[in-house]
């Protein structure tokens, strides 16, 4: 599985706004420096992210963005569906309705394995778990195993 960019700014960028005093609305450009991200690009994220419903912008002299709900009700699946669509496809299709045949058959049960793994993560840790570092068991759990860390 590839995190993109995107994704990964994305989540970065809502765990600035969970991290805003009282949850005030953060202008752009302090997002962009909080975590040294292209603050165009993250114009562009933070506009898919209103329109997924995970964030709000606010007009005026103090206005920015504020995360749409309470950080402990946000999940990171929530976050890059927004900013990306489906967790996991397959050539830009939801393995549902994929099929395969001959030897490959059982491949699509792989594939619907590796989306329930990826949705066992990211639906599992909210922004405000992440800002906290206070991952959920499952989640810590797999970075116990003693191959967590290799990149075979």
């Known amino acids: 599985m590839r995190v993109s960019a995107k994704a990964d700014y994305a989540v970065r960028a ?59 009700q946000i999940t990171l699946a929530d976050v890059m569906r927004a900013a990306e669509g489906p967790l996991v496809t397959v050539r830009d299709e939801r393995p549902p309705s994929l099929t395969y045949e001959g030897s490959a058959a059982a491949l699509l049960d792989v594939w619907v394995a590796l989306r329930v793994a990826v949705r066992d993560v990211l639906d599992e840790v909210t922004i405000a778990a992440l800002v906290a570092g206070d991952l959920p068991a499952p989640v810590r759990e797999m970075l116990g195993r003693a191959d967590a860390w290799e990149n075979p």
Do not use: K, M, N, W
Request: aromatic share 4%.
């Open 14 to 72: 809502c765990a600035e706004l969970a991290a805003s005093p009282q949850g005030h609305p953060v202008a752009v450009e302090t997002l962009a420096a909080g975590q040294g991200l292209p603050t165009s690009f993250l114009e562009r994220i933070l506009g898919d992210l209103r329109r997924g419903g995970v964030v709000v912008s606010v007009r005026g002299r103090s206005g920015g963005y504020r995360l749409a709900r309470p950080a402990d």
